[in-house]
């Protein structure tokens, strides 16, 4: 085949255990969502030519390979918070097109919560004082205050209210309600959400994602794989990527997310709009993520985010743009860099796998677009994968 023009599928997904796992390590979490993927592609490991993998281990991805027993060729370990691994993704997509691999397996697992109720680590305050972050840190300037400083500039700029806020929590919870594998599963109500503790001004706790264990882990592998998997293939139409900065000083406009970038390139590269994507699976550390970017790719005017989430457009059942179906970081599950669990979320929603809440088209049939967009570090990175079917 002539070189750079082959198509990236995706063939396998799978998570680990997630939720509230104590006992198994972040390595054994990694090794079960990868056995899972295989066994879901029908494909056998030895298959695997190309590995990616951030966040455990002194030279990741060496070390988890090493545990899987993989000797990949071709690796990746980009690492930009929660965008790493649709930038992972879109590399991946580009070293198959070019016949640098062959199959990619990403993978992920960690053992926050598990990790902190057992006093191996505390709750991460600031990710460090050195570099420009040192200019920072010294002033308390917190992971979720950094979120919550842009959230309350977009309410002053364009008249946000902490209410329409709250709706996406509400709506996240709401389609958890749907996922037997979700953490939090109860409905909750906009005053729920305002009544609860206050972390950082304007978010009270049910605007911030849970803390959980869990992994993931997603096989690409290139076109003439796909007749040999066990699954309908989910096919990769476009990416995009942006690092917009590191100190927030010298972040132009709190109310711009990097995903104004990558989302527009991700579009671009798929040709298609984002009037036809039929859900979304955004990155949702907080209530305010899931909000501009929205905006920021397009399926909302700069501004408008607010009126557009509070008339539930985010819901599984109802809903116009079906976002978080599986209830995101907000109620389904959080271990951290949470963006693989959006690719898993999306190719079981393409694939017509999803149970209880799986989307359906205006005419009944299943979703033949979607689109996941992860952000990393506070608003500093963005990648942004656009999947379908056909």
Not at 93 to 111: C, E, Q, R
Not at 183 to 208: Q, W
Not at 260 to 269: I, N, T, Y
């Amino acid at each position: 085949m002539k070189r750079g023009t082959r198509k990236t599928a995706v063939v396998g997904v799978a998570l680990s255990d997630c939720g509230r796992v104590a006992g198994p390590t972040a390595y054994a979490l990694h090794a079960q969502a990868a056995r899972r993927a295989l066994a879901d592609a029908g494909l056998d490991r030895a298959v695997v030519d190309g590995f990616a993998s951030a966040g455990l281990g002194t030279l990741a991805p060496a070390e988890v390979a090493e545990y899987l027993g993989l000797r990949p060729a071709w690796v990746d370990s980009t690492s930009v918070g929660g965008a790493t691994w649709e930038v992972m993704a879109a590399h991946a997509a580009d070293a198959i097109a070019a016949g640098h691999a062959n199959a990619v397996l990403l993978v992920y697992g960690s053992t926050a919560r598990a990790d902190i109720r057992a006093g191996r680590r505390t709750g991460t305050l600031s990710f460090g004082a050195r570099g420009p972050l040192q200019f920072e840190a010294p002033y308390g300037h917190t992971l979720i205050a950094k979120y919550a400083m842009a959230a309350r500039r977009h309410m002053i700029e364009y008249g946000t209210t902490v209410e329409q806020l709250a709706q996406v929590a509400v709506q996240a919870r709401a389609n958890a309600s749907l996922n037997p594998e979700a953490m939090f599963r109860d409905p909750v109500t906009v005053d729920d959400v305002l009544s609860g503790p206050l972390i950082a001004d304007p978010f009270t706790r049910l605007h911030c994602c849970l803390r959980s264990d869990g992994g993931a882990a997603v096989l690409l592998a290139a076109e003439e794989y796909v007749r040999d998997c066990r699954t309908a293939p989910v096919w990769i139409l476009g990416t995009g990527e942006h690092v917009s900065h590191a100190a927030m000083s010298e972040w132009p406009d709190f109310t711009v997310s990097p995903a104004a970038v990558s989302g527009r390139l991700a579009f671009a590269r798929a040709g298609v709009a984002p009037a036809e994507v039929d859900f979304a699976e955004i990155y949702d550390a907080f209530t305010y993520m899931t909000l501009v970017t929205l905006e920021d790719l397009g399926f909302c005017a700069k501004g408008e985010g607010g009126a557009f989430v509070e008339k539930g457009r985010l819901l599984v059942r109802g809903g116009e743009l079906p976002v978080n179906t599986d209830g995101g970081g907000l109620s389904a599950q959080h271990p951290g860099m949470r963006g693989l669990f959006l690719l898993v979320e999306a190719v079981r929603q393409l694939r017509g796998e999803a149970g209880e809440r799986q989307v359906r088209r205006r005419d009944g049939g299943l979703p033949r677009l979607g689109v996941a967009s992860g952000t990393g570090g506070w608003f500093c990175s963005s990648g942004t994968v656009v999947l379908g079917k056909d």
